[in-house]
């Protein structure tokens, strides 16, 4: 069956710009996460939706991030105002019991 | 508060010798714990998991760890390594209801 979708793949975008990043989990997975991963690091958490629960924001770094999901399905996340700082690969994934399946990540790039 | 630990940024390890990523936490509850691998320039990808039952789960590509409870540990083992393993690595553990907890990773490097 299909997988965890993000789009676009990569984003080129200047300082300043706001930038919007979209998620498609897996059908029926009621979990979905959002992370941030910097070259040659490891992820840093962002946000996570379960089912129709408050997300969990805990891990956006500024209120310049936001991020939404509507119902079970396609979700987005939102820089406003980007910085240098924030170029690096947002991952999403999504779950229904266990395990996290992760999509292939969008990779943003700020000039 | 909840962590894992990683000990080793990087391991490296001679082709057809056997491997070991170490991973240890510190949560509450009985957690499930997964490892999940990174390829260069790729998503992760889940490698294996353990909820409950036998200690030693066996998963993708002939890897398989060990959980100990009292060491808190679960630690990644391979019997013989190739060097198509040179990746990243990172372990992570589920409280029961909460969200993920992943560690820093670990790079395996497999020098033929």
């Known amino acids: 069956g299909a997988g965890v979708s993000q789009s676009p793949s990569n984003k080129v975008t200047e300082k300043g710009k706001d930038v919007e990043l979209r998620c498609d989990p897996i059908?029926?997975?009621?979990?979905l996460y959002w992370y941030r991963q910097r070259l040659g690091q490891g992820l840093e958490f962002l946000i996570y939706?379960?089912?129709?629960?408050?997300?969990?924001k805990s891990g956006l770094p500024s209120d310049r991030f936001s991020a939404e999901r509507t119902g079970e399905s396609v979700s987005t996340l939102t820089i406003q105002r980007t910085q240098q700082e924030d170029s690096a690969v947002y991952l999403c994934?999504?779950?229904?019991?266990?395990?996290?399946?992760f999509g292939p990540g969008t990779r943003l790039t700020v000039t | 508060a909840q962590s894992v630990a990683q000990p080793e940024d990087q391991v490296n390890v001679a082709e057809g010798n056997p491997l070991t990523v170490k991973c240890t936490y510190s949560?509450?509850?009985?957690?499930?714990l997964f490892w999940y691998v990174q390829y260069p320039n790729r998503g992760l990808q889940f490698l294996l998991k353990y909820i409950t039952g036998d200690n030693l789960v066996k998963g993708s590509y002939g890897f398989e760890a060990e959980f100990n409870k009292s060491q808190t540990s679960f630690h990644l083992k391979k019997p013989s390594a190739l060097v198509s393993d040179s990746a990243l690595y990172f372990c992570a553990v589920r409280p029961y209801g909460q969200n993920f907890v992943f560690g820093p990773g670990t790079r395996l490097s497999v020098l033929p």
């Open positions: 939706f379960q089912g129709n629960s408050a997300p969990d």
């Open positions: 949560v509450s509850g009985n957690p499930y």
């Open positions: 059908s029926g997975h009621t979990a």
């Open positions: 994934a999504s779950s229904y019991v266990d395990e996290q399946y």
